[in-house]
C-alpha cells in the first residue's frame, strides 16, 4: 500500500483532505480498515505501541484482501489520481453538455 504522503502526491493534492478526495469505493475501504481494527482492538485490548500496530496492520489487510477481491471481480482499479478537482470538473462538462 501507499502511505498517506505518497497517496497526496499521486492525487496531486497539497493541504487539501486526502478523504474529501477519496472516491466511494476508497472511502469504504478505509472505512473497513478503520472498523476491523476498531473491533479487534476491543477484543484483543492491545498494551502499547507494538501491539497497537500488530492490530492496525490485521484491520489494514482485511480492506486490502477487500480490494483485491473487488479489482479481482470487477477489473476495476480502486486506487484512483481522481481528486475533488476532477470530480468537479468532470461533472460541470457533464451537465454543460445535458444542457
Known amino acids: 500500500g501507499k502511505t498517506t504522503r ?3 502526491t499521486y492525487k496531486e493534492l497539497t493541504k487539501e ?3 474529501d478526495n477519496m472516491t466511494d469505493i476508497e472511502l469504504n475501504l478505509n472505512s473497513l ?7 479487534l ?12 500496530r500488530e492490530v492496525a496492520n490485521k484491520g489494514g489487510t482485511v480492506a486490502k484482501n477487500a480490494k483485491e ?3 479481482n ?4 482499479n480502486v486506487v ?3 481528486n475533488a478537482k476532477n470530480l468537479n470538473a468532470s461533472n460541470n462538462s ?3 453538455k445535458d444542457e
Do not use: C
Request: zero cysteines; glycine letters at 6%.
Open 6 to 8: 505518497e497517496y497526496k
Open 69 to 71: 477481491d473487488f479489482e
Open 41 to 52: 482492538a476491543k477484543k484483543q485490548h492491545p498494551q502499547g505501541l507494538v501491539e497497537n
Open 80 to 82: 484512483s489520481n481522481v
Open 94 to 96: 457533464k451537465i454543460d
Open 73 to 76: 471481480v470487477t477489473g476495476i
Open 33 to 39: 480498515a478503520e472498523l476491523t481494527t476498531k473491533a
Open 17 to 19: 483532505s486526502l478523504r
